[in-house]
């Protein structure tokens, strides 16, 4: 029986490690923006391909409510920690055209801005200050590069006269409004002044004939031709300048067509009904928005909303929402969606709050990781194992099976943090609690059951050598596992120290290689561990993964394992050389979820023993790993195992079913 432990603990937590160890471990945020005055559309699909490998994928750019001319989306590059390799990026519309990119960065997103023209770039690039300009340069650990246009230079402008063409734009910009305002009162005071000089069947003639036109002026409105029906509306306006509701339609012809100054000072001429004062104020604050006045737009989507009106409130708060996402107000914003979803009838725009709420997930909890000071992680969930003893059946004549809880707790403190390293201390325990298939206790089973409690104080260094950037990664540890060997109470079976460390670095963009060294020593504090069967000794291991990306955005992964474990126990019935090798596919599945297909195999050899013996294990394991929220995390697997020997007792076949539920949170550093 002594033997049970050291089996059956590398088989139960490979299940909840495997799937861990070889995700990617770094990200780069990268936002990207599309600035096209022609454009019209919704939603504009482009393509980004990755020039040193070859990957291509689509981005889907949302328009962006507080200018018509930009279509802005967020996409997260996933790649492997310490490779600072440059990517280089090749932007290009859905017919193939290219586009001119300006690339800046930011602490935690770099931010791509694309042109359809040289000279709409370098206008944009003179507008930037110099300020700006430094301050964008504080460089992150990926350097996301942009191709040019082939057979397209960009030649020199006149940077002076660009530099004073943007000064001008911006004063015009800041002075149109008012200019609009004292303009449009002035136009109408003068109508109306003509309007009192007619005589009252004038007048009937006047109003006859504005009516007609604003019919003929409503019709193209409705079909979307908003520039035709503004001209029918002004000569309206002009034959009847006494009519509010014909100046108010005005107004939103001219915030249709996108003359937002000249349409906030029409607007703000008009005195509506209160049946449509909601739809004007609404108007209004789209105006400050695309005029990017965001506090004042702001402010008035917020009103909007409170109003509770069943048309226009849901649209204000998702106008209002992306403000305060572009403003990364992620908690604000994420009740300005959830407002849309609780209260809109329009399905189109359920589903683009629905999809904000998934950007705002992403960046919220993409922010909080770089900020995280301490991080608090509860897991359980049941499983069922077929053989928890790992003994071949036809030996014993008790029952096997079992149902199992298992549960625990870790606390993870950030003790200290730089850009390139971080120092943590993090206390852990872990239980199993089993069961017959009877659901009664079973103290034969229950000598399988390991509680543990330990202590780590992990360290991560990013370190260059030469030009290639490396991630190493040492943890020191000291455990206490507890056993209940005759079935009763639980004792201090085994005290470990343990150290791992782990080098890892980009053999090329994807590619990644990384080494694991260990070093363990145990303490067996069992009566029966003594002699021959003393568990107590030193281990000494290797292993070598390497994982290759299978697609641009890191979702599917293949790696491979091999490794050597020397354990060097007193005893000699428990010391053994083993040898393993593992493969392991990641791939996206249904329901937004993760899947792996893991197989190992193994060979541990007992030649010192007293009776030699090699041991043989094949173990297959499935599993589909899914965030059920920003917090939560359910991971289902099913391991099948396989275990030969030269020995017939230690030959035995399982299956083991298991969920894990796992609650993260994190306290943030201010």
């Known amino acids: 029986m002594k033997r049970i432990f050291w089996l059956l603990l590398p088989s139960m937590f490979a299940i909840t490690s495997f799937a861990k160890e070889n995700k990617i471990s770094q990200s780069q945020a990268i936002m990207v923006e599309l600035r096209d005055p022609t454009e019209e559309a919704e939603k504009v699909m ?27 989306g967020y996409f997260i590059i996933q790649f492997f920690k310490g490779d600072s390799s440059a990517r280089t990026l090749d932007f290009q519309a859905s017919t193939g055209a290219a586009f001119f990119a300006d690339v800046s960065q930011s602490k935690a997103v770099q931010r791509v801005i694309l042109f359809k023209t040289p000279e709409e770039l370098a206008i944009y690039e003179a507008s930037i200050s110099e300020e700006t300009q430094k ?14 246009p082939r057979g397209t230079g960009t030649a020199p402008l006149n940077k002076e ?29 003068a109508l109306l002044v003509q309007h009192e000089k007619m005589t009252m069947a004038q007048k009937k003639l006047k109003r006859e004939q504005a009516a ?14 908003y520039k035709e029906a503004e001209g029918q509306y002004v000569q309206a306006i002009e034959l009847d300048p006494e009519s509010e509701s014909y100046y108010y339609r005005y107004g939103v012809s001219l915030y249709k067509i996108g003359n937002y100054n000249k349409s906030l000072a029409i607007l703000s001429l008009v005195e509506v009904d209160s049946d449509v004062a909601l739809e004007k104020n609404y108007y209004v604050a789209l105006n400050h928005l695309k005029l990017k006045d965001y506090d004042k737009a702001l402010k008035e989507l917020i009103e909007l909303r409170d109003e509770k009106s069943p048309e226009l409130s849901p649209m204000a708060s998702f106008f209002a929402g992306n403000i305060e996402f572009q403003q990364q107000k992620f908690p604000a914003a994420r009740k300005s969606m959830e407002f849309v979803l609780d209260n809109s009838k329009n399905p189109q725009l359920d589903r683009s709050a629905d999809e904000m709420l998934e950007q705002i997930d992403r960046m ?25 003893l790992n003994i071949a059946e036809n030996n014993i004549s008790t029952d096997v099976k079992s149902l199992r809880l298992y549960y625990g707790a870790s606390a993870l403190a950030i003790l200290h943090r730089t850009p390139t390293s971080d120092l943590g201390a993090q206390l852990s325990f872990s239980d199993y609690y089993s069961m017959n298939s009877s659901l009664k206790s079973d103290p034969n089973l229950q000598i399988a059951d390991a509680m543990e409690f330990g202590i780590s104080l992990p360290y991560h260094q990013e370190i260059k050598v030469s030009k290639r950037q490396m991630n190493l990664e040492l943890t ?28 890892s670095t980009a053999i090329k963009q994807d590619l990644y290689l990384s080494g694991r060294l260990n070093f363990g020593l145990d303490e067996s504090v069992l009566a029966s561990s003594i002699g021959d069967d003393d568990l107590s000794g030193t281990r000494y291991g290797v292993t070598f993964i390497p994982t290759k990306l299978l697609d641009l955005k890191g979702e599917k992964t293949l790696s491979g394992e091999i490794g050597y474990l020397f354990n060097n126990a007193k005893g000699i019935n428990n010391r053994y050389q083993r040898v393993g090798i593992a493969g392991v596919y990641g791939f996206p599945t249904f329901y937004k979820g993760t899947g792996s297909l893991r197989a190992d195999f193994s060979l541990q050899d007992y030649k010192d023993a007293t009776t030699p013996r090699k041991d043989t294990n094949m173990i297959f394991t499935g599993a589909y790993n899914k965030d059920l929220s920003k917090k939560w995390n359910m991971l289902l697997s099913l391991q099948l195992t396989s275990a030969n020997s030269e020995v017939d007792v230690y030959r035995y076949n399982k299956y083991l079913i298991m969920g894990l539920f796992t609650y993260t949170t994190s306290i943030l550093q201010k």
Not at 212 to 225: F, G, H, N, T
Not at 490 to 499: G, K, M, Q
């Open 476 to 503: 020191p540890s000291y455990k206490n596992i507890y056993l209940a060997p005759a079935g009763g109470t639980r004792e201090i079976a085994v005290r470990s120290t343990d150290l791992i460390s782990t080098l």
């Open 135 to 148: 301050a964008a340069e504080k460089r992150i650990a990926m350097q996301i590069q942009v191709a040019r």
């Open 46 to 72: 482009i393509r980004v391909k990755e020039l040193e490998s070859g990957k291509v994928t689509q981005l889907s750019l949302e328009k962006d409510p507080s200018s018509s001319q930009v279509w802005s």
């Open 364 to 388: 919220e909890t993409y922010y909080e990781s770089k900020k995280e000071r301490y991080r608090l992680v509860l897991f359980g969930g049941p499983s069922y194992d077929s053989n928890v």
């Open 212 to 225: 007609e036109i604003v019919k003929k002026a409503d019709a193209l409105y409705a079909v979307r031709k």
């Open 161 to 189: 006269k660009l530099e004073q063409l943007v000064r001008q734009q911006g004063q015009q910009q800041e002075a149109s409004q008012m200019a609009q305002e004292e303009m449009q009162t002035k136009k109408r005071m």
